[in-house]
């Protein structure tokens, strides 16, 4: 059973930075891809980064590009977001994801989902 475990999250003043962390288990990601999407109230869950596990590559929403920087840890099968410059924009419920295939952007494409981290940016 694949579970997902997000931490981190927090209440923050805008300019100010925060780390968020995806725990993996039950499996091994190493052909998989893992995203955080995030959701504010009243809105749709939207995309914020990606990355492919093999490899490394990267993708990131064009709101976050400059000042999220996704990574992942292998041994710890453990999946990253620094977040600097936060906006009051970027408070939301942050999820992790894991998918196999399909397009790393898209949330239909991801097949497991975290519980979610509350991020608050406060102006």
């Known amino acids: 059973q694949v579970q997902l475990v997000e931490s981190g999250g927090g209440l923050v003043q805008a300019g100010g930075s925060l780390r968020l962390s995806c725990a993996g288990s039950?499996?091994?990601?190493?052909?998989?891809?893992m995203g955080w999407f995030r959701q504010a109230p009243g809105k749709e869950r939207e995309f914020v980064a990606a990355?492919?596990?093999?490899?490394?590559?990267?993708s990131y929403a064009d709101s976050v590009k400059g000042r999220f920087t996704i990574s992942r840890d292998n041994a710890k099968n453990t999946m990253l977001l620094q977040m600097n410059s936060l906006k009051p924009e970027d408070t939301a419920v942050y999820y992790c994801?894991?998918?196999?295939?399909?397009?790393?952007?898209?949330?239909?494409?991801?097949?497991?989902w975290g519980q979610g981290t509350q991020v608050t940016v406060s102006s």
């Open positions: 994801a894991t998918g196999i295939a399909g397009s790393i952007r898209t949330a239909g494409s991801y097949n497991y």
């Open positions: 039950g499996r091994s990601f190493s052909r998989n891809f």
């Open positions: 990355i492919v596990w093999s490899g490394g590559t990267t």
